[in-house]
C-alpha cells in the first residue's frame, strides 16, 4: 500500500521560512513525478511545486514562484518544499502526491493518485 507522510509545517511569522518534507513507501519512487498542493481555509486544493524523476525542470504556481523550491532525494524517497518569504497567504493545509506517471500533467491535481494527510502551514501577520 502507497503511504505518503508529510512533515515540517507549523506556525511561522511572516518573512519566515519552513521545510516540509514527504517520504513516501509502499511504491517504487522511480519514474514518477512528485508534487505539492495545498487548500487554504474555504479554498480549493491548488497546485504549489511539482518536480520530474530526473530532478531537472521544475514547476512552480506563479504565486510561490522565487520563494518556493521543491527538490528530492531519490535514494530516501523523499521529496521536500522549501519556503522562504513567507506570506499569511501561504496558510494553507500542504499535501506532497504522486502523479500517475512521468507523462501527467505536473499542474493538474486529477493527474495524482496518492496522497498524504497534510501538514498545516500557518502564516501570521
Known amino acids: 500500500q502507497v503511504q505518503a507522510v508529510e512533515s515540517g509545517g507549523g506556525l511561522v511569522q511572516a518573512g519566515g521560512s519552513l521545510r516540509l518534507s514527504c517520504t513516501t513507501s509502499?511504491?517504487?519512487?522511480?519514474?514518477?513525478?512528485m508534487g505539492w498542493f495545498r487548500q487554504g481555509p474555504g479554498k480549493e486544493r491548488e497546485f504549489v511545486a511539482a518536480?520530474?524523476?530526473?530532478?531537472?525542470?521544475?514547476y512552480y504556481a506563479d504565486s510561490v514562484k522565487g520563494r518556493f523550491t521543491i527538490s528530492r532525494d531519490n535514494a530516501k524517497n523523499t521529496v521536500y518544499l522549501q519556503m522562504i518569504s513567507l506570506k499569511p497567504e501561504d496558510t494553507a493545509v500542504y499535501y506532497c502526491?504522486?502523479?500517475?506517471?512521468?507523462?501527467?500533467?505536473?499542474?493538474?491535481?486529477?493527474?495524482?493518485?496518492?496522497w498524504g494527510q497534510g501538514t498545516q502551514v500557518t502564516v501570521s501577520s
Open positions: 502526491a504522486r502523479a500517475r506517471s512521468h507523462y501527467s500533467d505536473p499542474r493538474n491535481k486529477n493527474e495524482y493518485d496518492y
Open positions: 518536480i520530474p524523476w530526473s530532478g531537472g525542470t521544475t
Open positions: 509502499g511504491h517504487t519512487f522511480f519514474g514518477y513525478i
